[in-house]
T-cell receptor, first 112, second 113 residues
Framework: NAGVTQTPKFRVLKTGQSMTLLCAQD?????MYWYRQDPGMGLRLIHY???????AKGEVPDGYNVSRLKKQNFLLGLESAAPSQTSVYFC???????????FGPGTRLTVT | AQSVTQPDIHITVSEGASLELRCNYS??????LFWYVQSPGQGLQLLLK??????LVQGIKGFEAEFKRSQSSFNLRKPSVHWSDAAEYFC???????????FGTGTSLTVIP
């Protein structure tokens, strides 16, 4: 099993550009999450999904959109990137009711 | 509002010494509590979790944590630290408000020989 994978691993964007981060899990988990990690801020939840076709806002959703068209995939989109979105992005997944999360290796995004 | 507080930003210990990392949470009911470890350049890995029952929980890599309801704390401990324990440690609480989880700001651990 690959667990949770994230694509790409690194990306540099210019302000105003758009991009999509892909998260895939092969553990048949219902729940999936997108976090951002910034120095001194820990991890903050951007959006999450409790099942295919459903998404919900987390703590810091502004400037991001998500989609969960397939159970195994959770996409995070930035429509118009801003320097404030420079961060490391982590995807995670979990079983229903188990709550411990399995994390991907992260995507380092720089917006110039 | 901050739900999880890790008061120590950085801790340095000698190899073989004991370790305690502090975590306090602010929430009315007793939530589920977690400790995760992040090695440099890696994602987070679950060390241990507390849901209910015995307030002393054992985890992987020789770690344990004690839940103290009266102090709203869930401190992580290890009797003897190894150089490979150098990493960043995060306390987390959830699920809250829907299915959200909140992480502390992390404690960076340095182990000196």
């Amino acid at each position: 099993n690959a667990g949770v994978t994230q694509t790409p691993k690194f990306r540099v964007l210019k302000t105003g550009q758009s991009m999509t981060l892909l998260c895939a899990q092969d553990m048949n988990h219902e729940y999936m999450y997108w976090y951002r990690q910034d120095p001194g801020m820990g991890l903050r939840l951007i959006h999450y999904s409790v099942g295919e076709g459903t998404t919900a806002k987390g703590e810091v959703p502004d400037g991001y959109n998500v989609s969960r068209l397939k159970k195994q995939n959770f996409l995070l989109g930035l429509e118009s990137a801003a320097p404030s979105q420079t961060s490391v992005y982590f995807c995670a997944s979990s079983y229903v009711g188990a709550y411990e999360q399995y994390f991907g290796p992260g995507t380092r995004l720089t917006v110039t | 509002a901050q739900s999880v507080t890790q008061p120590d930003i950085h801790i340095t210990v000698s190899e073989g010494a004991s370790l305690e990392l502090r975590c306090n949470y602010s929430y009315g009911a007793t939530p589920y509590l977690f400790w995760y470890v992040q090695s440099p350049g890696q994602g987070l890995q679950l060390l241990l979790k507390y849901f209910s029952g015995d307030t002393l929980v054992q985890g992987i890599k020789g770690f344990e944590a004690e839940f103290k309801r009266s102090q709203s704390s869930f401190n992580l401990r290890k009797p003897s630290v190894h150089w490979s324990d150098a990493a960043e440690y995060f306390c987390a609480v959830g699920p809250l408000t829907g299915n959200q989880f909140y992480f502390g700001t992390g404690t960076s651990l340095t182990v000196i020989p």
